[in-house]
């Protein structure tokens, strides 16, 4: 598959950077339409959720610590605190979840 | 233009994008040890990663290339899955203060979901080092987890990698919640893009748009009220 590897490669670096390259180059001058303005103020929080739900809740080996990871997130980011915070007490509240489900597994 | 400062040194770029890179470091991970369990070697993981730095368009790619997909189905669908990348580099451009075009050609290649989050957060306008120095610790954890992951493909026990996966969405959700607790209208705007994601993954017919689609659609849609229904008066850092 060597060769053909190349050619994927090159396809899938080509395409994904003339996305991204193009509108970037394109829009240089400052956009005046109050629309277009507002619609790209709001862009990232849309997108960002779009990401989030509802694919958080199969990035785990279990819904429930899914949900659970996604409790934490949401409080702590409530509380206005830094990314990573969120993000590793999240990932920390998966992991002791997941443990406590197999312990009560075990135990059925 | 009454211009506030702008946001252009290097080591705060740096700094702020060391969580991005810690939070890629296991989803780059996934993908080297993906890769090399669906046969491709060390050096073509590395490869992928080194080239292309967008996580949903790799693991989508690789399946494609292990299945040997033809030519334009692997265009199609990167075309697809990353068109989100063409809003947040439209986006991103209105950020950028005083960029020339060699510098926009390089930025441009590492406009990431979080690389593109980070700096719409910021305050003012940024400049090209402040991009440089926020690109730089992203890229090397991006390349060095796709490395390790492909090297030690089951270092990790499973319980370990099961809970990093939660790792980008908790920064997501970082990025999110803090202006939407002081907006209403961002609040509005990410419930109407949840709403519809859920539409898209769940409702029978419609889950058959492709994820990253999905994605498009619901962006186009929640911006699109958002602004409809509440613009704002000035953009920030103008």
């Not at chain 1, 395409?15 to 709001?42: A, E, N």
């Not at chain 1, 007490?89 to 992991?95: E, G, N, P």
């Not at chain 2, 990663?49 to 790619?61: D, H, I, P, V």
């Amino acid at each position: 598959m060597s060769g053909q590897f190349w050619v994927y490669v090159v396809l899938m670096a080509g395409v994904t950077y003339l996305i991204r390259m193009l509108p970037l180059v394109i829009f240089k001058k400052k956009i005046q339409s109050r629309f277009i303005k507002s619609f790209l103020f709001y862009m990232p929080y849309a997108v960002l959720t779009a990401m989030t739900i509802p694919a958080i809740f199969t990035a785990t080996a279990s819904v429930w610590s899914a949900v659970a990871g996604l409790l934490v997130a949401v409080i702590l980011a409530w509380r206005e605190k830094s990314l990573l915070t969120v993000a590793i007490f999240a990932c920390a509240a998966v992991f002791v979840t997941e443990w406590l489900l197999k312990f009560l597994n075990a135990g059925l | 233009m009454e211009q506030s400062a702008i946001i252009n040194r290097y080591s705060q770029g740096f700094k702020d994008g060391i969580p991005i890179a810690l939070g890629y470091l296991s989803v780059s991970f996934t993908f080297g040890m993906a890769a090399v369990t669906q046969g491709l070697d060390l050096w073509q993981a590395v490869l992928i990663s080194m080239t292309n730095l967008t996580s949903a368009g790799q693991f989508a790619g690789l399946s494609l290339i292990t299945a040997g997909a033809a030519y334009y189905e692997m265009v199609l669908t990167q075309f697809i899955i990353n068109l989100r990348y063409a809003l947040m580099s439209v986006s991103l451009s209105q950020k950028l203060h005083g960029v020339r075009l060699l510098d926009r050609l390089l930025i441009s290649f590492c406009n990431t979901d979080e690389i593109f989050a980070v700096a719409s957060r910021q305050p003012a306008e940024v400049g090209r080092r402040y991009m440089y120095g926020l690109m730089t610790a992203p890229y090397i954890g991006w390349v060095l987890g796709t490395f390790i992951g492909a090297a030690a493909s089951s270092l990790l026990p499973a319980s370990v990698r099961s809970a990093l996966g939660l790792a980008i969405y908790g920064m997501f959700i970082a990025i999110v919640l803090p202006p939407a607790k002081k907006l209403r209208a961002v609040r509005l705007v990410v419930i109407i893009s949840a709403l519809f994601s859920c539409i898209f993954a769940w409702v029978p017919v419609l889950n058959h748009i492709s994820s990253g689609f999905a994605i498009i659609l619901c962006t186009l849609i929640a911006a699109a009220v958002g602004a409809a229904l509440f613009p704002i008066e000035e953009v920030q850092g103008e």
